[in-house]
């Protein structure tokens, strides 16, 4: 009796490391799943951030034409081809339900042409009315527009390496063998510009 005590008792300890032991990789897997999910969330909010930067600071600069007794036409806005508050509308929401990193640097190219666009609706203002630089809120959104490039950066990179922890996870030897693959799959971060190299970031002409 007491040998088949032993054995009944040793299975059930196997079966109880078995389980903590798929407790443990599969609650971790949820962990690191759940801080990819939030680190996508963080890229989302910093391109929709920099897709409200213009218009907000096309905003000042109209409002400060309108006070000295001029508007800037809809001609010179449709000239320089900056985007109306539907298409910005309609960016962001593609920015909120864009799944992977290739779909939001599509949507980047985007984004900086709106910049080149809002640059030469801004030129055209500041070459009228050159006191516009000293007006509050001008420099201000301007100093947020060159920044949000560094917050979409670092925001890019906390995502790229909250993957890093994940795949690395759910690649591992036991890890692979008890996770389901369908729950749990392998996720692509984003990667660098072919081209980057030999560009520059434009809303620094801004400023010029």
Aim: no cysteine; aromatic share 8%.
């Amino acid at each position: 009796m007491k040998k088949s005590y032993i054995i009944i008792g040793s299975i059930i300890l196997f079966l109880l490391i078995i389980l903590f032991s798929y407790r443990g990789i599969y609650n971790n897997a949820v962990s690191l799943q759940e801080g990819v999910d939030e680190s996508w969330g963080n890229v989302q909010a910093t391109y929709q951030r920099r897709a409200d930067l213009i218009p907000q600071l096309v905003d000042v600069v109209m409002g400060a034409v309108e006070k000295e007794g001029q508007i800037v036409t809809d001609v010179t806005r449709a000239r320089t081809g900056l985007p109306s508050s539907s298409e910005i509308e309609d960016l962001k929401n593609q920015i909120a339900n864009a799944d992977s990193p290739e779909k939001l640097q599509l949507l980047e190219k985007q984004l900086k042409s709106n910049d080149k666009s809002a640059q030469a609706f801004l030129n055209v203002a500041v070459e009228a009315y050159p006191n516009l630089k000293s007006i509050d809120g001008y420099e201000a959104l301007q100093d947020q527009l060159e920044g949000t490039e560094n917050r979409i950066g670092k925001a890019r990179k906390d995502y790229n390496e909250a993957i890093k922890k994940y795949n690395s996870h759910i690649r591992g030897f036991f890890t692979k063998m008890v996770l389901n693959s369908e729950e749990f799959p392998k996720k692509k971060g984003f990667e660098a510009d072919k081209e980057a190299e030999n560009k520059t970031n434009d809303t620094k002409r801004l400023t010029k």
